[in-house]
């Protein structure tokens, strides 16, 4: 990874440098992604529907109502 690094980092694109120093200040975070294969997009996509769900009862008569649409979410 690092001979990559060194490739493009001097390259005559400026896309490509910005592209470069912008895994290396990540990359840790790069690496671990592909090391790991864990991803938090499933989590996300639950937030966006309970978000969702926030948005389309500008707000609910009690709490339990709204727990009980957030828990039966189709997921």
Do not use: P
Not at 48 to 72: A, D, S
């Amino acid at each position: 990874m690092t001979q990559w690094f060194d490739r493009y980092l001097f390259s005559d694109c400026a896309a490509v440098r910005s592209i470069a120093k912008a895994l290396i200040t990540r990359r840790d975070a790069v690496l671990s992604c592909i090391v790991f294969s864990y991803s938090n997009g499933s989590m996300e996509g639950i937030n966006n529907k309970i978000k969702l769900i926030k948005r389309r009862g500008y707000g609910y008569r009690n709490l339990y109502l709204f727990h009980f649409y957030c828990f039966c979410l189709d997921l």
